[in-house]
């Protein structure tokens, strides 16, 4: 079994910037390159997530309501200027916090959270 911090920067972190790109050109206008800048990645990054071809796992996180509301909050943050870039690592942990107490990352390294608690996401 993978470690949970593993599991995060392979396929959370991209999925949640999948997320927070869409909200930040979609919903609130950015370009890719300021929404990049924001982020601290790369314009071509920006256009691979916009394209799918990164960060091919949100699908479970955009199931969740709970999730998705924390994506929506910190991307309305981010897009009014409100979040510094210090302050956007703080951002990213507290998304991944909610992700763990959902128990979505479970599933993604093969334990269904029904059954036996997973040592790594129950903490």
Do not use: W
Not at 79 to 106: M, P
């Amino acid at each position: 079994m993978k470690p949970f911090c593993e599991i995060v920067v392979s396929s959370i972190l991209p999925a949640v910037r999948v997320l927070i790109t869409k909200e930040l050109v979609q919903t609130y206008g950015l370009s890719q390159t300021k929404a990049a800048s924001i982020l601290g990645i790369t314009q071509p990054a920006i256009s691979q997530y916009s394209k799918e071809l990164r960060g091919l796992r949100v699908q479970p996180l955009q199931t969740n309501k709970k999730v998705m509301n924390a994506i929506k909050k910190v991307s309305a943050e981010i897009a009014s200027g409100n979040v510094k870039s210090v302050q956007l690592h703080e951002k990213f942990c507290e998304i991944c916090e909610k992700i763990r107490k959902e128990k979505i990352v479970c599933r993604m390294h093969g334990i269904s959270p029904d059954a036996a608690p997973c040592d790594f996401c129950f903490r």
